[in-house]
């Protein structure tokens, strides 16, 4: 179906599309004012953090079959009012930290719903030749959408207080939904196949599982009890849903399409570039803020050279496979990633900003140049009627990417703080806390300045002397991991996608 409004279709599927990554960074830039208004303790704070990405990763999947089989349009339409909806209701009425975790957890369902539907209604209105060129509009949305968070939230929350962040999501939502039920055709399968609950749940189990060992492994431990039984449960209900989708009349994923290496290699980019995005995120936004002292809104407006980079490298990466191969290109987008974290481990508290304005923009470039041929390999290797579960794929590795990086990176990362850093003499009754946290021992040490102790300035220097050896340090992974994949990809990658309903490899 090759439909006549399709590019402002493409346009609306943008704007839902960002909605659903920007109303998950506005909150987290509004946690201290949470903590303060509603008395969250950190246990409180990390299940509104955690809350939505554990229930949007874990139904992505079953939303995304949901749509095949039921229509995409209304999946969007239900996921679009759920989220808006809550949000409202949360603005207006939450009192307690469990209201806002609840909200976040129905905002989480809502997006799981929203986010395959933006893909899929996307690969099946554009026709194979223009295909590309929209998803790599897509994916610079969906690159834009943490930064604009970002800024919007600091903004929002300097001027304003937590509940504006929520009260952002409804107008435009509303504006959304009402393109969306004008201007956007609805799509199914058209088979009619009945639905698969077993591998839905299945699904769900898994991915829910391994998502919330990987969070909570660096605050728990990685070989805690809770940790690693969550793991192991989470790779037997792995193994079960491919044992149960392989045996099946109608899977919900056919495990089939793993076979097809544009449909996995594309995964894995995809998968490894999100883990390099989001851990080098979550340690700017601590760099910014407390070693540098800008305000959320002032660290959020440092990332811009992101966007600037990953937009224009992902809405024109089409003409660039089409000239030198897809392998190629992901492969060089990879090259920059790690280029961009291999600079980034030379940098130290005096670094002038012109320095991290080039590694962001690299970075920005690189994810473009991986991000958007990568997920149109995946979303061309598979039929136009599990377009949706397809898309859902693609979202979850972005999701298991990004909570292996920040789970990975961070305990990298705290792990060299905990080393690096020397606590005055004096203070060793601060020594467990300051070890542990360095956002503690930045406010420990500002409290003991306030108070006239001068030891507050010497563990304030020295916290942030360890975490930046720490944030740089850390930095080597990521840059390793980006290495390793642009190497696998450019081995074996195919050159090009496999339009859908085509058959063969070149």
């Not at 660039?320 to 940098?347: D, E, H, K, Q």
Request: hydrophobic content about 55%; aromatic content about 8%; some cysteine.
């Amino acid at each position: 179906m090759i439909h006549q409004r399709r590019w402002i279709i493409l346009g609306i599927m943008s704007l839902s599309l960002v909605i659903t990554l920007l109303n998950n960074v506005t909150v987290n830039v509004a946690l201290p004012e949470l903590a303060k208004d509603l008395d969250a303790d950190n246990t409180e704070l990390q299940w509104i953090m955690d809350a939505y990405v554990v229930v949007f990763g874990g139904m992505l999947l079953v939303m995304g079959a949901v749509g095949d089989r039921f229509g995409r349009k209304p999946a969007l339409i239900v996921g679009l009012s759920l989220v808006g909806l809550v949000s409202a209701m949360t603005a207006q009425y939450a009192t307690t930290s469990e209201h806002v975790i609840g909200a976040r957890a129905l905002m989480g369902l809502g997006a799981a719903m929203v986010m395959p539907a933006t893909l899929s209604i996307i690969v099946v209105v554009f026709p194979p030749e223009e295909r590309g060129k929209a998803v790599g509009v897509w994916v610079g949305m969906a690159g834009i959408g943490a930064p604009i968070g970002l800024l919007v939230g600091g903004w929002v929350v300097e001027n304003f207080d937590w509940r504006a962040v929520f009260w952002i999501n409804p107008p435009i939502i509303a504006l959304a939904m009402t393109l969306a039920l004008l201007m956007v055709p609805n799509s199914r399968d058209e088979r009619g196949n009945p639905m698969d609950p077993i591998g839905a749940t299945l699904s769900v189990a898994a991915l829910g599982s391994i998502l919330y060992a990987i969070i909570e492994g660096p605050s728990a431990g990685w070989t805690s009890n809770e940790v690693a039984g969550l793991g192991a449960l989470g790779l037997v209900l792995t193994m079960m849903f491919v044992w149960w989708e392989r045996r099946t009349e109608y899977p919900m994923l056919p495990i089939e399409f793993f076979r097809d290496k544009g449909f996995t290699l594309g995964l894995i980019a995809i998968s490894l570039a999100f883990f390099v995005m989001f851990s080098f995120m979550f340690t700017q936004m601590l760099h910014f803020q407390l070693v540098r002292g800008h305000s959320s809104f002032q660290a959020a407006l440092r990332f811009l050279p992101l966007p600037l980079g990953l937009m224009p490298a992902a809405a024109n990466s089409d003409r660039l496979c089409a000239r030198f191969g897809s392998n190629n290109v992901v492969a060089v987008g990879l090259t920059l990633i790690a280029t961009a974290m291999l600079i980034f481990t030379t940098v130290e508290i005096g670094t002038d900003y012109t320095v991290l304005f080039l590694i962001f923009f690299l970075c920005g470039l690189g994810m473009g140049l991986t991000m958007a041929p990568s997920t149109t390999m995946v979303m061309d290797s598979i039929p136009p009627d599990k377009a949706g579960v397809g898309s859902a794929t693609n979202d979850a590795s972005r999701e298991v990417g990004g909570a292996f990086g920040i789970a990975i990176v961070g305990s990298a990362l705290n792990e060299i703080y905990q080393r690096e850093l020397v606590v005055p003499e004096g203070l060793e009754e601060h020594s467990s806390v300051v070890s542990e946290s360095f956002p503690a021992a930045m406010r420990i040490g500002h409290d003991l300045l306030e108070g006239g102790n001068m030891l507050g300035l010497e563990l304030i220097e020295n916290a942030r002397l360890a975490f930046m050896d720490g944030m740089t340090g850390a930095a080597v992974a990521p840059a390793l991991v980006a290495l390793v994949n642009a190497v696998l990809v450019k081995m074996y990658m195919p050159r090009r996608a496999i339009h859908i309903g085509s058959v063969g490899e070149e």
